[in-house]
């Protein structure tokens, strides 16, 4: 996506930055906005915590990493979120389910702790 100026980091990367780091850069890159809208592609995390995707990602990161990042990266500019991709038939188990619902709780907890 370097033809549209479009940054990203693989989960690799993320993996090996680490999630202060991963959060500092997207930090900066959102520094001049006033408002921030964050969207969670629930295939972001590894099949073995969330098989019940539409495209499954190996290697995708894991729970720990992307709620460090969640909790380092909202602040009282998150205007709102989504959480994309979860599908249930896909996972009999419901661990997706489950895993979507706590990144939806604790991302309202990170957003809420920051308000005045």
Excluded: W
Excluded at 40 to 58: H, K, L, M, N, S
């Amino acid at each position: 996506m370097l033809e549209n100026n479009i940054s990203f980091l693989t989960s690799h990367e993320v993996k090996l930055i680490g999630a202060r780091e991963t959060a500092r850069r997207l930090l900066s890159k959102l520094s001049e906005c006033e408002k921030v809208y964050v969207s969670f592609d629930i295939d972001v995390f590894d099949p073995a915590y969330a098989p019940g995707v539409q495209t499954p990602e190996p290697e995708g990161l894991d729970p720990s990493t992307v709620l460090d990042i969640v909790n380092l990266l909202v602040d009282k500019r998150t205007v709102g979120f989504d959480v994309v991709e979860v599908s249930p038939p896909f996972d009999p188990s419901g661990i997706t389910s489950v895993l979507a619902a706590r990144l939806i709780m604790e991302t309202v907890a990170a957003v809420r702790a920051k308000l005045p």
